[in-house]
């Protein structure tokens, strides 16, 4: 045989073994698609046309609207109803099958019949969608696998997986084919890593890592309060039961979930990306917090499955009058701590397992890192702070050096650094971090470089621990045509007041998206109200323009201390206002 002949063989042969992929080359989300080989592809919801349209722009090879049933168990017990498994933010149906210990796995053991789905974001993180893109879907899917099994499923959903399903069912007529439905670590009331990515200094970098989608906006706890005041009310709530787990664990320092936890744990105890208070349901029944678990484990079978198996191994045993009972005192309950969620320091709310002070705050810069140059930040740290955290996020990987007010260097060969991929609503970015103990009172420096030639940007977070000084309140009423904004610095007597100024970024509904926001925010000064000098609040209003929707308010305070040192302190909130 000719040489030619035999090459020809060769790549015929390999490409037999190894098909060429239909997902758009270079995407760098391809997805290994030999890892659905574990379950069986039943069909798409969608109509030819949508599917021929997503075939040529997936980034991933996955396909919305498809489902699949997992293999039958020679242990099958079809006592036990189906169980559907749904994926949360950017996520895809594999986060409950291509790991060892998977849901799959587990449910396949102890004989369960299952169900996957894929929603728009299983297409990639840049096609994120709402809950109402991914619900109606859902429903149909929810649909056609109860024709398939013949009976009821139980839902298993993880994060924003959640709410996708509570909208199929309330929304979208799913709700009669649903026994119960079991939330992992869902965000029901929005999560404040949402918010930081729709606020001022963050959103130059969100937009330029494709995660200011639909999806994330979603999440915002404005957006989920909305979400909520809709959904709470509707009769259908109590057509099924809910479930929810939630957990406490981040993730090693320097993990993408380390710097959610981080930023988060301002709110109160969280899991790397959603609060336990969020997590929880008024009107549902919480089964588990785990105190190691967190965004990615909490969906694993070894670790949850067996939390949660006493309500997935019974078909719905739903009472009607005691759900409404429970959502009646929820959403009374919900109403009376709105003012609650607005403040900076939320802890644990009525949903916790018990009240958590934390003692943590936070300031936020960001923007555009011009090619080749260096930019530097001035960082105020404060004495008695227990611990300084310096995360800086990149679209590339930047050079970063952190500069103590004695002129000590921090570098990426500095024991204090750790550096990786972030995660979640930052997904694409890359995050470099100092942890400093105890650190040194007075002006720090973090200097950033774009080392290539591409446009890049930048969000640097700073949390301190042991800090609690500064409070936020917005209050929001219905069909008032400006909102008060009142923030109170805690011993005041600490502070030269007349340096202090405090003011706000205020995003508008039209300022959703990232390179337009300068053209639709207001700038506003907050003014100072001393109360009988124990305290110092600053009083303020921004206009709604008439305007209903979610408002992205970035809250500043800068001035200086009795003994002449800097202070700086961001907070970031997310309202909904009804007109």
């Known amino acids: 045989m000719n040489w030619w002949k035999r090459a020809l063989l060769f790549f015929f042969i390999v490409a037999l073994v190894f098909p060429i992929s239909t997902t758009e080359a270079g995407s760098g989300e391809e997805v290994d698609l030999s890892k659905l080989n574990g379950v069986i592809e039943q069909g798409n919801v969608l109509n030819a046309s949508e599917i021929a349209d997503w075939e040529k722009k997936t980034k991933t090879g996955l396909i919305p609207g498809t489902w699949y049933v997992g293999k039958t168990p020679p242990n099958v017990d079809e006592s036990k109803p189906p169980i559907l498994f749904v994926s949360g933010l950017t996520s895809n149906a594999l986060t409950f099958i291509d790991e060892k210990g998977s849901m799959y796995d587990v449910a396949y053991e102890k004989g369960y019949r299952t169900a996957f789905v894929q929603l728009n974001d299983a297409a990639g993180s840049s096609f994120a969608a709402s809950q109402w893109a991914n619900g109606e879907i859902l429903a149909e899917q929810i649909k056609e696998i109860y024709e398939y099994y013949g009976e009821k499923i139980n839902v298993v959903a993880h994060s924003k997986g959640g709410i996708d399903t509570q909208t199929a069912l309330n929304y979208y007529d799913a709700d009669d084919y649903v026994n119960h439905v079991v939330t992992l670590s869902t965000p029901h009331y929005g999560s404040n890593l949402a918010n930081l990515s729709y606020s001022w200094y963050a959103s130059w970098l969100a937009d330029l890592i494709g995660q200011q989608t639909d999806g994330t906006y979603s999440l915002q706890t404005g957006e989920m309060d909305k979400f909520r005041q809709q959904t709470d009310n509707l009769e259908s709530v109590y057509n099924n039961q809910f479930y929810t787990v939630a957990g406490k664990g981040w993730g090693k320092f320097g993990s993408s979930l380390w710097l959610g936890g981080s930023y988060l744990w301002a709110y109160g105890s969280n899991d790397g990306a959603v609060n336990v208070w969020s997590a929880k349901l008024p009107y549902g029944t919480h089964l588990h917090t785990g105190k190691k678990l967190n965004h990615n484990t909490v969906k694993n079978g070894d670790a949850v499955f067996s939390k949660i198996e006493s309500v997935l191994s019974q078909p719905s045993t739903k009472q009607v009058a005691v759900l409404k009972s429970l959502a009646s005192a929820a959403i009374s309950t919900t109403n009376q701590t709105k003012s609650f969620m607005s403040n900076t320091n939320q802890t644990e709310s009525f949903m916790s397992e018990g009240p958590e002070a934390q003692k943590d705050e936070q300031y936020i810069q960001g923007g555009q890192l011009r090619k080749k140059k260096w930019l530097t930040k001035e960082v105020a740290v404060q004495t008695g702070i227990t611990e300084a955290n310096f995360s800086i996020l990149t679209k590339h ?40 103990v105890n650190p040194e009172a007075g002006t720090w420096y973090v200097k950033i470089k774009n080392q290539v030639q591409k446009k890049d940007a930048y969000l640097l977070i700073v949390n301190f621990q042991g800090e609690d000084t ?110």
Do not use: C, H, W
Not at 473 to 491: G, M
Not at 515 to 521: A, G, Q, R
Not at 532 to 545: A, I, L, P, V
């Open 397 to 436: 990987n930047a050079k970063v050096v952190l500069i103590s007010p004695s002129g000590k260097k921090y570098t990426k060969r500095s024991s204090a650094y750790q550096s990786g991929e972030a995660g979640d609503v930052f997904k694409g970015a890359r995050l470099q971090a100092f942890k400093i």
């Open 470 to 579: 500064t409070k936020v309140s917005i209050q929001n009423q219905p069909n008032q045509e400006e909102v008060p904004v009142e923030v109170e610095l805690k011993d005041a007597v600490d502070y030269d007041l007349d340096t202090i100024k405090v003011k706000m970024k205020v995003i508008n509904p039209d300022g959703k998206r990232a390179n337009k926001v300068l053209k639709n925010t207001d700038y506003i000064n907050l003014e100072k109200k001393s109360k009988k000098g124990k305290k110092s609040n600053f009083t303020g209003k921004f206009n709604k323009k008439n305007k209903s929707g979610v408002y992205n308010i970035t809250t500043e305070v800068e001035g200086k201390l009795k003994n002449g040192k800097a202070f700086k302190r961001t907070v970031v909130e997310s309202v909904y206002i009804d007109n």
